[in-house]
């Protein structure tokens, strides 16, 4: 199974500024996830995003707020920009094993916005 | 797209018991997996399940795909089993893993 660390493991922000979580893999992937899982909720995808195009945004999430990078096929980064208290979540990252097709998650980042 | 419903949505339980978690998904599916998120949010694989039956120590789970619907077991329940019960699904032609709302478990000592 994939190990997947994330940075950082929490952050308390201010709002009106931009906060930039990495995720790193051990092993090539095509595909890297990003959820979010606001207070008591489930989880919900935020994009997929795969190695040389554009991140792919599910329904309410658009790139201006949520901008991903994908620049090699271990490691991503998500920016969560202009945050508000609404944006106070755990963000987690996560890939696909090529093999099993099972999905493995990150850590997460816990950030809350003040 | 694809539903996923899971039942109860909270169950307490004492130290010892057994408990059995449900989820329905609403149409075909490629991949189901089962989660358990620990108290300090991580996320923790219990099965890769889209069909049948499989076993792990004190937890088993059962995917019937023709009536689309997975069961969780655990059995002999213990303190460290606390924590939220996600299922989560890949729908027929999709890539994304959809989740249901959880089962948020408490074993009591």
């Known amino acids: 199974s994939a190990v997947i660390s994330q940075k950082p493991s929490r952050d308390i922000c201010q709002r009106g500024t931009s906060l930039t979580i990495q995720c790193q893999v051990d092993?090539?992937?095509?595909?890297m996830f990003w959820y979010r899982q606001q207070p008591g909720q489930s989880l919900t995808l935020i994009a997929t995003?795969?190695?040389?195009?554009?991140?792919?945004?599910e329904s309410g999430f658009v790139i201006d707020k949520f901008p991903i990078s994908r620049p090699n096929l271990t490691f991503s980064t998500l920016t969560v920009s202009n945050m508000s208290p609404e944006d106070s979540s755990i963000y987690l990252c996560s890939v696909e094993d090529r093999i099993s097709y099972e999905q493995y998650f990150g850590p997460g980042t816990r950030l809350t916005v003040t | 797209g694809i539903q996923v419903e899971q039942s109860p949505p909270d169950l307490i339980l004492q130290e010892g018991a057994n408990s059995t978690l449900r989820c329905n998904f609403s149409d075909s599916v490629n991949n189901l997996q089962w989660f358990h998120q620990n108290p300090w949010g991580q996320l923790i694989n219990l099965f890769y399940i889209p069909s049948g039956t499989k076993q792990n120590g004190r937890l088993s789970a059962t995917t019937v795909a023709t009536e689309r619907y997975s069961l969780l077991y655990i059995s002999s329940s213990q303190t460290t089993d606390s924590g939220v019960y996600f299922c989560a699904v890949v729908g027929r032609g999709a890539q994304k893993l959809v989740f249901g709302q959880g089962t948020r478990l408490t074993i009591n000592p």
């Open positions: 092993s090539q992937v095509t595909m």
């Open positions: 995003a795969n190695q040389g195009s554009e991140a792919t945004y």
